[in-house]
Structures are given as structure tokens and as C-alpha cells.
């Protein structure tokens, strides 16, 4: 029999509906931004614009979506972005309607400046809603699950959105796109708002206490709340440096599969489609690992395990391996995540909880780009000493290098900052 502390409350299980909708939702989209545009250009800069227009939307907004989420009641800020997005994608989808068909692509500029302009707008305005109802939505998890089922609860969450962003989602509007170039922002406005609907059941107490302070005073305080914590910078930079390592191999592994490999756009897409199975049953099981192993050892482990991971990417004679190979690394970076991220959540302190958590994650963020661009040199300036698939493989090992480095520069430092602490 179940234990009746490890049943996870019906408000979670609403939430959890909410997430896996939503994220459906942002799956569909993650195809259909970058696709509209090359419907409309075939400028490559102005096609790269729009999925990069959402994530600057995401990053120039995240700090600020954080005092948001401790100064106004969280639920109702999870369902009023939802809302938000489904009146701008019905906007949107409804212009597009008009539009259709568009002709053909624009070899320079874009077939049509409206329909372009409005997309540009939305992903901008769309980027800056996720990371409104994402940073509320791990800001408030606290307040429906008890302390000590965070960990299922943020392993449920996971591997919903993992399922849901990076597979369901993606096939859904690869699917839709072939029918009609607005569907998939129709269909994903509607299950943003389903996910506000899902959420309108979700019941607590979510409104702070009201603040006389400025935002600048609330960022101040958070951030001189972070820097002065004795381990959180530590796993901020943790996760900095795996998110570089890991940009680094992933933007390798296209041209790995194409070159290296010999596999089609289908074989890319299966290994990424296994990768986020792999994520979900690590998500699932998660709260298991942690539970025999304790969060420090899980942890230590959890990124240990990245190195090898990298090694095998690599050496992987066919693109079945690899899938293997991701299945398993994801699998452990999702356990990587459920300690990581119930760790900040039982450590915050409720009333800073929402601005804390943005600029860490933002400062887990940071170093992405370098780790897309390192790549980049790496295989530009190895290919004409070392040959093109030595280079191509090159990132793959200087990311398990540097894994390898950082866990064991921090190795005692996860197994004792991670281990719970009295009133944690």
C-alpha cells in the first residue's frame, strides 16, 4: 500500500494537466516559428530572427518576471499569462488566415511585411509570457506539494514537459504545418487555454504580503540574498558550466548525425525523440534515486555520468546508439534536475522565492551561447589539421573534458551543499 505521504495532492495533479497542456502548446511552437518564417524568406538571418527574438524575450524579461511572481498572486499570474498568449495567437493565427497562401518565399526581404512584422511581435511577446508562467509555476510548487514530496513532484513536472515540449509538441506541429500555416498557433492557443482552465481549479493560498519597496530594491535584495548564500552560487555555477558543455555537444550532434553517421533528418529527429523519453523516465523515477541515495550523491553522480555520456556521443558507431546513449544522458540530467531545482525551492525563502529563482536560472543560462559558438571555432579551426569528422567530434570531447573537471572540483561540495539541512 501506498504510503499516504507520497500521494501527491489533487491540486498538483490539476497543475500537472495545466503544465503538460501548456507545454504541448510551447512544443508546437518551437517548430512553427522558425517554419512561418522560411514560408515568407529565404534570408537566413531573417528566418534565425524569430526563434531568436523569443529567446531574447526570455532572457531581457526573466529578472523582472521574478519580481512579478513575489509581488501579485501566482496562480493568477500563471493563468493570466496562459490567457494572454491564447487572445495573441488567435490574433495572430487569424491574420495568417487572411494571408494564406502566401506565394513564394522572398529570396531577399519577405513575401509580406504585416504577416512577417506580427510574427516577429509575437514571439517576442510570447517568449516574454513563458518565462512569466515557467518562473511562477516552480515558484509555487512549494505552496501545493509537501516539502518532502518535491522531488516527485519536480520529476512528474519534468518529465511532462519533456514529453510534451520536445516530442508530442514538435510532431504535433510538423503535423499541422502541412495542413494549413495557421493551425498550429489556433491549436496552441487553445491548449494554453486549457492550461488556464486546468489551473483555475488549483486551490491555496498565493498572494504575499504587500511590499512598499521599488523593483529595484526587490532585485537588490534577491540578488544580495544569492551571492550570500554559502552553496547556491556554487550550483549556479555548476549548472552554467554543464549548460556550456552541454550546447557545446548538442550543437554538434546535428552535424555528427549528418556527416559522421550518415543519418537523414529522420534519424536526428529519432535520436531527439529518444533523448526525451529518456528525460521523462528519469523525471519519473527520480525522487527513487534520490531517496536511496541521498540529493548529494544523486547529484555527484547525476553529472559524473555526463562524461562518459559525451565520450560515447562521439565513438557511437550508428545513430541507434547515439539514441541510446542520449536516452541515458538525459535520463540522468533530469535526475540532475529534480535535486537541483528542489533544492532552491526548499532553501528560498517564500517572499523572494520568485526573484531569486529568475537570476539564477539566468545565470545558469549565461553561458549557453559560448558553449554554441565554441563549437562553432572548434570544428572550423581543427577540420584542416585534424580532418572534418575528428572536428565534428572534437566539442563532444572537450565537453566530457570539462565535465569531468567540474565534477571534480565540486565533487565534495555537491555531497555536502545538497544533504538536507534542519528545517529544509
Known amino acids: 500500500m501506498q504510503n499516504?505521504?507520497?500521494?501527491?495532492?489533487?491540486?498538483?495533479?490539476?497543475s500537472l494537466v495545466s503544465t503538460a497542456s501548456t507545454n504541448v502548446g510551447d512544443g508546437i511552437l518551437l517548430v512553427c516559428w522558425a517554419w512561418t518564417a522560411s514560408l515568407l524568406t529565404r534570408d537566413a538571418i531573417l528566418i534565425a530572427a524569430v526563434p531568436f527574438t523569443v529567446r531574447v524575450g526570455w532572457l531581457g524579461f526573466a529578472v523582472f518576471a521574478g519580481v512579478i511572481a513575489d509581488r501579485f498572486n501566482r496562480k493568477r499570474l500563471i493563468m493570466a499569462a496562459d490567457v494572454s498568449r491564447f487572445l495573441l495567437l488567435a490574433a495572430f493565427s487569424g491574420l495568417v488566415c487572411l494571408k494564406v497562401p502566401f506565394g513564394p518565399p522572398a529570396v531577399s526581404g519577405v513575401g509580406s511585411v504585416p504577416v512577417y512584422s506580427a510574427l516577429v511581435i509575437s514571439a517576442l511577446v510570447a517568449g516574454m509570457l513563458e518565462v512569466v508562467r515557467d518562473n511562477s509555476m516552480q515558484t509555487i510548487l512549494p505552496s501545493i506539494v509537501r516539502s518532502s514530496s518535491l522531488e516527485k513532484a519536480n520529476g512528474r513536472?519534468?518529465?511532462?514537459?519533456l514529453l510534451c515540449n520536445s516530442l508530442v509538441g514538435p510532431m504535433l506541429g510538423g503535423?499541422?504545418?502541412l495542413w494549413a500555416p495557421y493551425m498550429p498557433f489556433a491549436v496552441a492557443g487553445l491548449l494554453y487555454a486549457i492550461g488556464a482552465a486546468a489551473f483555475l481549479r488549483v486551490r491555496g493560498a498565493f498572494t504575499l504580503k504587500r511590499r512598499q519597496s521599488t523593483w529595484w530594491q526587490?532585485?537588490?535584495?534577491?540578488?544580495?540574498?544569492l551571492l550570500s548564500h554559502d552553496f547556491l552560487p556554487k550550483l549556479a555555477?555548476?549548472?552554467?558550466?554543464?549548460n556550456l558543455f552541454f550546447l557545446m555537444a548538442l550543437t554538434a550532434l546535428i552535424l555528427h548525425v549528418q556527416e559522421n553517421l550518415g543519418g537523414s533528418s529522420f534519424d536526428y529527429s529519432s535520436v531527439l525523440a529518444i533523448g526525451a523519453l529518456g528525460g521523462a523516465v528519469g523525471g519519473w523515477f527520480g525522487n527513487r534515486i534520490v531517496a536511496t541515495l541521498g540529493?548529494?550523491?544523486?547529484?555527484?553522480?547525476?553529472?559524473?555520468?555526463?562524461?562518459?555520456?559525451f565520450l560515447c556521443m562521439a565513438v557511437a558507431p550508428d545513430t541507434w546508439s547515439l539514441a541510446l546513449v542520449y536516452f541515458l544522458f538525459n535520463f540522468s540530467g533530469l535526475v540532475w534536475n529534480t535535486v537541483s531545482v528542489s533544492f532552491?525551492?526548499?532553501a528560498l525563502p517564500d517572499r523572494m522565492r520568485g526573484r531569486i529563482n529568475s537570476l539564477y536560472r539566468l545565470s545558469a543560462w549565461a553561458l549557453m551561447p559560448v558553449g554554441i559558438l565554441g563549437c562553432g571555432l572548434i570544428v572550423t579551426v581543427a577540420e584542416d589539421s585534424v580532418g572534418r569528422s575528428l572536428a565534428i567530434a572534437l566539442p563532444f570531447y572537450v565537453s566530457a573534458a570539462g565535465v569531468f573537471l567540474v565534477s571534480v572540483m565540486t565533487w565534495p561540495a555537491l555531497g555536502r551543499g545538497l544533504e538536507p539541512r534542519p528545517g529544509c
Do not use: C, H, K
Open 237 to 242: 555555477a555548476v549548472a552554467g558550466a554543464w
Open 344 to 346: 532552491r525551492q526548499r
Open 175 to 177: 503535423a499541422m504545418l
Open 157 to 161: 513536472n519534468w518529465a511532462a514537459e
Open 295 to 309: 540529493p548529494g550523491r544523486t547529484a555527484q553522480y547525476a553529472l559524473l555520468f555526463s562524461t562518459p555520456s
Open 218 to 225: 526587490d532585485i537588490r535584495e534577491a540578488a544580495g540574498f
Open 4 to 14: 499516504r505521504e507520497d500521494i501527491l495532492p489533487a491540486a498538483f495533479r490539476r
